[in-house]
């Protein structure tokens, strides 16, 4: 018995392993949302993907491409331009988005992300992603973060004619956007479970996944479904939001 246990252990370690190894890598999925229920699938990308095949992309089940354009008041993606052209040129539903800086003002981000993005009716709406990670350290109360948010995504409504999205982390939507107007698209990440917003909110976008792996991108992407079908997915395409309240 106890020479059983001692090969039976090593046994179930590697096991537990490889399923990490395969998780970490991309290769596998524990929380994979199914297709019926979530047939509209994109991605999300910037500089970090490197140089993408974008006719291999096409050819996947990838219906919509987000991408990095702005970061803060004075940062633009490097790849963002080239992104931007031949995601369209295969016939990608496509989008921006800017990565808000706690410690500069709305008017100061709008200004970087309106420059760099031009104003295309057929575009996906604009995202502000909104989170902890990677932002400055020397954060604002909440009253100052929540009011040059709302600045930053009037001053977009404005000029892009549609409301954006806000990408967020369950702990930057409690911290910052639980109870503010439900006319808000959300973007949520949760890359353990389906999510569910503390409040009770329909989000309209699911970051399930930050290290997938698709054909035309070297390396690991993130992966998001869309929350509806694709006649819903249509509709967002061809109307604008409601403005803000």
Not at 112 to 127: H, K
Not at 158 to 180: M, R
Not at 216 to 240: A, Y
Request: with cysteine.
């Amino acid at each position: 018995m106890k020479r059983r246990i001692l090969y039976t252990i090593p046994f179930l370690a590697a096991i537990v392993a490889l399923l990490i190894w395969g998780y970490d890598l991309g290769y596998w999925r524990f929380n994979y949302p199914g297709h019926s229920k979530y047939p509209v699938r994109g991605i999300d990308i910037s500089h970090h993907q490197g140089t993408i095949e974008w006719d291999k992309i096409k050819k996947q089940q990838v219906h919509f491409v987000y991408m990095k354009a702005t970061e803060g008041g004075d940062y633009k993606d490097p790849k963002f331009d080239r992104n931007w052209k031949e995601s369209a040129s295969v016939g990608l539903a496509r989008g921006a988005y800017h990565f808000f800086s706690f410690c500069k003002s709305g008017d100061e981000q709008a200004r970087n992300f309106l420059a760099a993005v031009p104003v295309d009716r057929n575009a996906l709406p604009p995202v502000i992603d909104l989170e902890f990670g990677g932002n400055c350290k020397n954060k604002p109360e909440k009253e100052v973060i929540v009011r040059e948010l709302l600045h930053f995504m009037g001053r977009i409504e404005e000029t892009h004619g549609t409301a954006p999205i806000i990408y967020s982390t369950h702990d930057s939507y409690n911290e910052y956007l639980k109870g503010l107007s439900d006319n808000k698209n959300i973007w949520i990440r949760d890359i353990f479970k389906r999510p569910s917003l503390s409040d009770g909110r329909r989000w309209t976008l699911w970051q399930y996944a930050n290290n997938g792996r698709i054909d035309g991108i070297t390396g690991r992407v993130d992966l998001n479904v869309f929350n509806g079908s694709h006649d819903d997915f249509r509709t967002m395409l061809e109307r604008s939001f409601d403005g803000l309240k």
